[in-house]
């Protein structure tokens, strides 16, 4: 099946079905539909660096050795600053959007665990876990008024059981204190390694173990509502 979306090229639902060079595509589409300056940009910058090269080699009579350099460098650079734009192209294609910082959180390399939707209210406020060398950190989307409740509560069952690891939490949105989505990676990634990779996997089975907790809805119980009844047990 394939998803199309706000003008976008077409996307299917499993990308990396496609080849290599289709992908590419696929990004450089996306790419040139959010920023139509960026494709340009990246292309000066190859030709500029080869261009660069070829000059001083010229200078230094080694045309030869500066060629296939300056082609290498500009590939290089090239590829950094289009990747830069692909992920500033994904990064304004899920603002906004319902679990976006989860999409962003399971995107992190170097031992990071992450598990989506550990709590939520009747709001629709979400809060998503991360267990890293850092510590654990947690993750909210949704109201700014909310979220420190929810928040405050997932942080005090955890400490239950991280004891002295470092539990970090952030609220994703635009609101004053919140961190804007097209930051939150940076943001983790900038946070002190504390812990080791067995402790993490360690500490993130654990936390899995623990039960979920749902929700009471708010408000009165309906009268002709009843509790459910435990099952009896059979008698042989």
């Given at each position: 099946?394939?998803?199309?979306?706000?003008?976008?090229?077409?996307?299917?639902?499993?990308?990396?079905?496609?080849?290599?060079?289709?992908?590419?595509?696929?990004?450089?589409?996306?790419?040139?539909?959010?920023?139509?300056?960026?494709?340009?940009?990246?292309?000066?910058?190859?030709?500029?660096?080869?261009?660069?090269?070829?000059?001083?080699?010229?200078?230094?009579?080694?045309?030869?050795?500066?060629?296939?350099?300056?082609?290498?460098?500009?590939?290089?650079?090239?590829?950094?600053?289009?990747?830069?734009?692909?992920?500033?192209?994904q990064f304004k294609a899920i603002e906004g959007q319902p679990g976006a910082a989860a999409a962003i959180l399971q995107s992190l390399r170097g031992g990071f665990y992450t598990t989506p939707a550990i709590a939520a209210n009747r709001n629709m406020d979400v809060v998503h876990r991360t267990v890293g060398k850092p510590g654990v950190i947690l993750v909210g989307e949704?109201?700014?008024?909310?979220?420190?409740?929810?928040?405050?509560?997932?942080?005090?069952?955890?400490?239950?059981?991280?004891?002295?690891?470092?539990?970090?939490?952030?609220?994703?949105?635009?609101?004053?204190?919140?961190?804007?989505?097209?930051?939150?990676?940076?943001?983790?990634?900038?946070?002190?390694?504390?812990?080791?990779?067995?402790?993490?996997?360690?500490?993130?089975?654990?936390?899995?173990?623990?039960?979920?907790?749902?929700?009471?809805?708010?408000?009165?119980?309906?009268?002709?509502?009843?509790?459910?009844?435990?099952?009896?047990?059979?008698?042989?």
């Amino acid at each position: 099946m394939v998803k199309k979306s706000g003008g976008l090229p077409e996307i299917p639902d499993d990308p990396s079905s496609m080849g290599r060079i289709k992908q590419i595509r696929l990004v450089a589409g996306i790419v040139r539909k959010t920023d139509p300056k960026a494709l340009p940009i990246v292309a000066l910058t190859g030709v500029g660096i080869v261009a660069v090269f070829m000059v001083v080699g010229l200078l230094l009579h080694l045309l030869a050795v500066f060629i296939p350099l300056g082609i290498l460098s500009g590939a290089l650079a090239a590829m950094l600053l289009f990747s830069r734009f692909a992920q500033a192209a994904q990064f304004k294609a899920i603002e906004g959007q319902p679990g976006a910082a989860a999409a962003i959180l399971q995107s992190l390399r170097g031992g990071f665990y992450t598990t989506p939707a550990i709590a939520a209210n009747r709001n629709m406020d979400v809060v998503h876990r991360t267990v890293g060398k850092p510590g654990v950190i947690l993750v909210g989307e949704g109201s700014p008024n909310r979220l420190p409740t929810l928040l405050a509560a997932e942080k005090k069952r955890i400490s239950r059981i991280a004891g002295q690891i470092p539990i970090y939490d952030f609220q994703v949105g635009d609101a004053p204190g919140q961190v804007p989505i097209k930051q939150l990676q940076k943001k983790i990634m900038r946070l002190p390694r504390n812990l080791k990779g067995q402790t993490v996997a360690e500490l993130n089975f654990r936390l899995n173990a623990m039960p979920q907790q749902l929700q009471m809805p708010k408000g009165p119980v309906p009268r002709n509502a009843r509790m459910p009844r435990p099952p009896r047990p059979k008698i042989r």
